[in-house]
């Protein structure tokens, strides 16, 4: 799996390159001067579709390309959405509801040491998703230069693509509707177990998530595995240098899914039922 890019892509790569690293210093700077870490999160839905849409406007806006920043698009407009009527954006930019895994994180023994949280932040959260986010969006950039027309393999890649956002768009509507009513209950002074069923769970076990444990997150694999396919379609080969941002975007939802469950298990104990009878992602059961 050579990488061997034209001038031309290179030249774009550096582009990318340069705001990937103005986007971390932002977010390594203003998440340690406020002590809000979801900079990073507010930006993971608006980089992709800046990203591909450069690599389309330098790449000469190909058929393939347009559509690829299309999907890019829909998917970020979508997601920024849904990350903002949770709360996450503010006028104040630097502001706004941060991840509950964060706060959950700096909590533990690990990483009560300010020190070492900065380092986490540096390391990971700033640096790593930062780059994590611009390497999911390098199919584009593989298909810059490419002689094929755009063919079934394109089609097949906007359909699958378009289908995994579809799907995380209907889990995170059925997760917000659940989370908003059983808030809005406990609010009015009802404690959990008072609740009616589905809602005393605690969790939704409800519509998709009542088959995977996860189905917003195989919405978010599966998109971004979609994507790669254009690479193929432009003609770089099966498996070309392009898959890694797929690859470790698939790692990254394994590690954050396995978090987010050790959480909410410490909160619900009928979670572990839960487990045993739901698979992660992909459904095994209808």
Not at 14 to 34: D, K, P, R, S
Not at 35 to 40: F, W
Request: aromatic fraction near 16%; proline fraction near 3%; hydrophobic fraction near 50%.
């Amino acid at each position: 799996m050579n990488i061997i890019l034209t001038d031309l892509q290179l030249e774009i790569f550096q582009i990318l390159a340069l705001i990937c690293f103005c986007n971390f210093l932002f977010c390594f700077i203003v998440g340690e001067l406020t002590l809000n870490n979801s900079q990073m999160d507010k930006l993971w839905s608006i980089l992709p579709p800046v990203y591909v849409w450069v690599i389309a406007a330098m790449g000469g806006m190909s058929l393939r390309l347009i559509v690829m920043a299309i999907l890019a698009t829909v998917w970020g407009a979508r997601l920024t959405y849904n990350f903002g009527r949770k709360g996450a954006y503010s006028i104040k930019f630097w502001s706004g509801e941060e991840d509950y895994r964060w706060k959950f994180l700096r909590g533990t023994k690990y990483f009560k040491s300010r020190a070492v949280w900065a380092l986490f932040d540096f390391l990971f959260i700033s640096i790593y998703q930062n780059v994590l986010v611009l390497l999911t969006t390098l199919p584009a950039l593989a298909a810059v230069d490419s002689a094929n027309a755009f063919g079934w393999v394109d089609v097949l890649a906007a359909v699958l693509t378009a289908s995994f956002i579809l799907l995380e768009t209907v889990a995170d509507e059925q997760q917000w509707k659940f989370q908003t009513t059983k808030w809005n209950m406990i609010n009015s002074g009802k404690k959990l177990e008072e609740l009616p069923e589905p809602y005393n769970k605690g969790f939704n076990t409800k519509g998709l998530w009542a088959i995977s444990r996860h189905p917003n997150y195989l919405g978010e694999q599966g998109t971004w595995c979609s994507f790669y396919i254009f690479s193929i379609g432009a003609g770089v080969g099966i498996l070309n240098w392009s898959v890694i941002g797929a690859a470790l975007l698939v790692m990254l939802f394994f590690g954050s899914a396995w978090l987010g469950e050790m959480i909410t298990s410490s909160k619900y104990p009928a979670y572990a039922e839960y487990k045993k009878k739901v698979s992660k992602f992909i459904p095994t059961r209808f």
